[in-house]
Each structure stands twice: as C-alpha cells, then as structure tokens.
C-alpha cells in the first residue's frame, strides 16, 4: 500500500512534453521578429486577449510545421502534449489556443489584408537574412476546399471566390483556391503572396501581379528580373512588362518556337560537346528579346521513349485504318479519291503511295457468275501502300528535347546565356515550396475552414510556415558552411531533415517550476550553439 502512495506521488510531481524540433521553429520566429511585426500592425484589444495576435500566428505556424498529420487549425490537440509556455510565452496553455481564439485572429488579419501584413514579413525575414532579391520567381498552385462556399455568388470586392477551375492536382470536381507566390532564389522564401479564385488564369493573373505590385518590387525587394514559366510569355502581358527585365520559357505552341527549333536542334543534337545552345535576337509582341534554345540530353533520353511508344501505336493505328479504308467500296473513282484525301489529312506518322483506284465488277444474284456473264454494276477500291515517315519522328524528338528560354535583358555580356539557363532552373525553389504546401503531413492540400475570409487569412499563415521552414534551412546551411571545414559532415541538409534529426528531444517537468531538457546530444547542442544564444535557451536553458 505504501508503494502505490509513492507511486502516485511521483506521477504528480514529473510529467514530460515533447519539444523535439519545434524549438528551432520558435526560434526562428523569434530571431525574425514576426510577432512583434504583427502585434505592431494589426490592432487588437489588449485586455480581452490570453494572447496576442502576433502568438496565435506562431502557434499555427508551429502547428503547420510540426508534421503531425493534424490539419493547421486543430491546434489545441496538437499542443495537448508540447511544452506550450516554453514555444510561446509565458503563462500560454494549450487550452488558451482553441478555435475561437485562432479564428478570431483570422478574422483580425483579414481586414488589414493577408497580402499586405505576409509583405512586411518577408520584407523583415530578407533584410535579417541579408538577402539579395535579384530574381523573383512567380508561379501558382491550387488547393482543394471542401464543403459549400461562394461558387455561386456574387462576391465582394477582396473576397476570393472559391469554384472549380483548372486543378493542378486532376482533381476538378473539388472547388478550389489559388495561390500565387514570388520567391527569391537564394533562400527560396516567398517575397509575396496572393490568394486568388479558384477559377484563375495564370495567363492573366501573372500580368496583373506584376503590374499591380511593380512599385514594391522594386522600392522594397529591389528586384530586377521577374522569372516565370511560359504562363508569362503572352503576348500583352510582355507589351507591359517595360519597367522589369524578365525571363520566361516561350510556349512549345508557338509556332515561331517550333520552327526555331526545327532549324536549330540538328545542328545542336549532332554536336552536345561543343555547344548546348544556341542564341538569336527576335522581336515578338514589339518587343525585342533574345531568345536561347537549348538542348538538354536528359529530355532527349526520356523523350525518345516516349515518342517511340507513342509513334509505334499512332502507327498501328493508321494501318488498321488503311486496311478498313481499303476494303471498303465506292459508287465512285471520284468518292474514293475524296475519301482517301480525307484519310490522308488525319495521318500523324504514315504516308500513302503507289495509290491505285481500282473498278472490280458485282453481282446481283447468288452464286457463282457464268463466265461470260455481264456484271450488274462496278465498285471502286483503293489500293495501295502505308510507310511509316521517319522524319516526323525525328521532328518531335526535337520538339521535346530543346526548349527556348526567353529575356528582354539583350546584353549577353553582363548577363550570360549560361547565367540565363542557371536562374531559369532555380524556378524550382517556388515548385518546391508548392510541393512543401501540399505534402500530407503538412495537411494543407485540402482546406476545411468555413469562411471565405478566413481561408484567405490561412493562405498567409500556410505561407508564413513556408518561409520560416526556407529561412530556417538557410540559416543551418549558411552556419554550417561558414564552420565545417572538413567537409566530413552533411553541410547542405534539408530543414525537414534537421527536424528528423530533432526527433525525440522531450521537456521533463519537475513539481511544475523546473524544467530538464531530455536527450539531447553532441551533434544537437553543436547546432544550436552555431545558430545562436536565442536557440540554445530554448533547448537548454534547464530552470
């Protein structure tokens, strides 16, 4: 009996919470400052509030980069089991984040404007990073929404309307929402953000971006060049674009493009050692660009088998459609003609020679004719031979294994064709913060808040998370280059991988007034010892 009263004793007085990789994000929240920032711009009654706005952003920023499985705004069961005072203030419990007070946190960013308050944020995380916003890379995604919204309705003005559109994810039959972003090449964080319909063209969207924020691109980011996949080569949107330079693939569509190419691509295909691009000066849209196409051996290897496939079944299918074609009877040698003429207009792969009409005679009764019998009535049949063109083959290899990369920045000299190729390629640092958003453990693919408003707040805040997640990544990154000289050790890890490596990192709490931080080893306090003081606190500031 006297051993179940200790037992019990002990349970009241220890208990753990989990701490694991949080405290990194905590951390960098805190060393940009974004709270502050917050708490500063948007107003909010002091007296009625647990906790600030600027706190209940870094609670669902944390929630979003906890990679639990649990939706971004179902935070109180996310902090059930972390060490809340210790990630966000003094005196926070997880009850305090329930989700009134998270949406009412929403409901306060919504009317200064998502857009505007991510701009400020940005604009503090690059300064701190030390930054140089050279290139801006714009591109967009969709996310699915469930339940009913506005898809009917008319909305107004600064509302997103949340309909079908065209679904990066083949998922059309799910409204929707758009997110359109602008990051810089270094780090890969967001300079700005957008939430747009579900409904969205890119082709007009990126042209109203640009020019609506033209200004602050310049005066706040001092941007350059604005990169983009062919969504921006259109020809109104480049008429406007006078006040940037800019860098943009040119559509395969485009039927200067493919001729370009058509003229270029042996000559680059026969000899990759020596050249991999090549260079001409063309005016499309009254606009004068250079245009660089280049001959990417990787694309040609995945290209060929492809085409292959693709051309042996387009081939058997036109010669099952000959076959048919030639075993059907005309009244006519001008109705066979006709139809031939038709069938050749639809050939992708094969041609028609050695054509011949032929008039065979028929018969009305059964049986065998006699032989000097007359025939009733002639019918014409085509004959002839199909062969496959070679060269239509070898067109589309072509067409696929070059592309065209487009800049209105004439100059090769101070901006080569090599740094062309090198800053178009970095556009997969916004393709890859899309692919962050949408992982399934981020849990943001699908989106389930009830208000259109709302929804548009939680684009920012889904966004806020990537940028901590980028500028977290290039702070390791940078600290661990600056100090590992051997080379020995991983100096370029992805932030989800350091997370990993902080899994297991617990906070023990002694009769609820000292804290012991579990588990941690050598490797882990030398990097928070290269990040900084603030870190170390965090992870071992044992009270």
């Known amino acids: 009996m006297q051993v179940e009263t200790n037992t019990t004793k002990t349970a009241e007085h220890y208990s753990s919470k989990e701490l694991n990789h949080l405290g990194l994000v905590s951390g960098m929240y805190d060393e940009l400052g974004l709270g502050e920032v917050i708490d500063q711009l948007i107003p909010q009654d002091d007296e009625k509030r647990v906790l600030s706005i600027g706190q209940a952003v870094k609670a669902m920023v944390l929630n979003g980069l906890g990679f639990t499985n649990r939706a971004l705004y179902l935070t109180p069961h996310f902090f059930k089991d972390k060490p809340v005072s210790h990630l966000i203030g003094e005196g926070i419990e997880a009850e305090h984040l329930n989700d009134d007070v998270l949406g009412r946190a929403l409901d306060a960013i919504y009317p200064f404007n998502p857009e505007k308050l991510y701009s400020h944020l940005s604009l503090v995380t690059v300064k701190h990073l030390d930054l140089l916003c050279q290139f801006g890379h714009l591109d967009s995604s969709s996310f699915h929404v469930e339940g009913q919204y ?52 890119d082709k007009n969207s990126f042209k109203e971006t640009i020019n609506k924020h033209i200004e602050q691109m310049h005066n706040d980011f001092h941007l350059e060049f604005i990169v983009a996949d062919s969504a921006l080569y259109v020809s109104e949107t480049l008429k406007n674009l006078n006040e940037i330079l800019w860098i943009s693939r040119v559509p395969g569509t485009l039927k200067l493009s493919q001729n370009v190419i058509e003229m270029v691509a042996p000559y680059l295909m026969q000899n990759p050692q020596e050249t991999s691009s090549f260079s001409l000066e063309v005016n499309y849209a009254d606009v004068k660009q250079r245009w660089l196409v280049v001959y990417s051996p990787e694309a040609y290897h995945r290209t060929v088998k492809t085409v292959n496939k693709r051309c042996l079944k387009q081939t058997a299918t036109e010669h099952k459609a000959f076959s048919r074609l030639c075993k059907q009877d005309f009244a006519c040698e001008a109705d066979a003609l006709k139809a031939l003429d038709a069938f050749e207009k639809k050939q992708k792969m094969t041609a028609v020679t050695e054509i011949e009409i032929q008039n065979l005679p028929r018969y009305k009764g059964k049986g065998r004719p006699t032989q000097n019998q007359s025939p009733d009535f002639y019918v014409y049949q085509i004959k002839g031979h199909i062969y496959s063109q070679i060269q239509n083959r070898t067109r589309r290899i072509e067409q696929k294994s070059c592309f065209i990369l487009a800049t209105n920045q004439l100059d090769w000299k101070s901006f080569s064709h090599q740094q062309l190729i090198s800053v178009y390629k970095n556009q997969q640092k916004v393709e890859r913060g899309f692919r962050f958003l949408k992982d399934p453990m981020f849990m943001a693919n699908t989106l389930f808040l009830k208000s259109p408003k709302r929804i548009r707040a939680l684009m920012m805040i889904m966004t806020l998370c990537l940028l901590i997640y980028a500028a977290l990544q290039y702070r390791i990154r940078t600290e661990l280059k600056i100090h590992n000289q051997t080379g020995q050790d991983i100096s370029n890890p992805t932030a989800r991988w350091v997370f990993q490596f902080f899994s297991g990192i617990h906070v023990l709490i002694i009769n609820q007034t000292r804290t012991i931080i579990l588990n941690l080893n050598q490797h882990h306090l030398l990097l928070l010892k290269l990040l900084g003081n603030q870190y170390e606190q965090l992870y071992c500031g044992n009270g």
């Not at 997103?160 to 990066?168: F, L, Q, V």
């Open 150 to 201: 506005n898809s009917q309705d008319e909305v107004e003005e600064g509302v997103i309307k949340i309909t079908r559109g065209y679904s990066r994810d083949h998922r059309p039959n799910l409204n929707q929402v758009v997110l359109q972003l602008i990051c810089e090449q270094q780090a890969g964080i967001p300079l700005m953000m957008e939430s747009l319909s579900g409904n969205n063209n």
